[in-house]
């Protein structure tokens, strides 16, 4: 590239906006940052497992005991616990 292309073309790029599209700076602003994917990693898993094995403790000791409720805590310790990060990804997609 020569000397006249060279002035050129940082001239037109000086020129040019940061974005191709400058409305997208509107929803670009709120990006996702690391911190809040660790946050939700973080409180999901201890909120998840508090629910979880608060039911599977429980309904274990029940089944244990010869009680047949046991089996409705029991059952669905795993996925309920699971709904709990489900939740709280959708709470933090919301705010975004």
Sequence with gaps: MDKKNQK?????????????NP??????????TRTDIIWLG???GVAG????GLLLGIGMNLVVQGVNVGWLLLMPAAPLSGLVGWILARKLARQL
Excluded: C, E
Excluded at 8 to 20: E, G, K
Excluded at 23 to 32: G, K, N, W
């Design 23 to 32: 409305a997208a700076a509107s929803y670009l602003r709120h990006m996702i």
């Design 8 to 20: 050129n073309f940082i001239r037109s790029r000086a020129d040019r906006p940061a974005l191709a």
């Design 42 to 44: 973080l409180s999901s």
């Design 49 to 52: 497992g508090l629910i979880g």
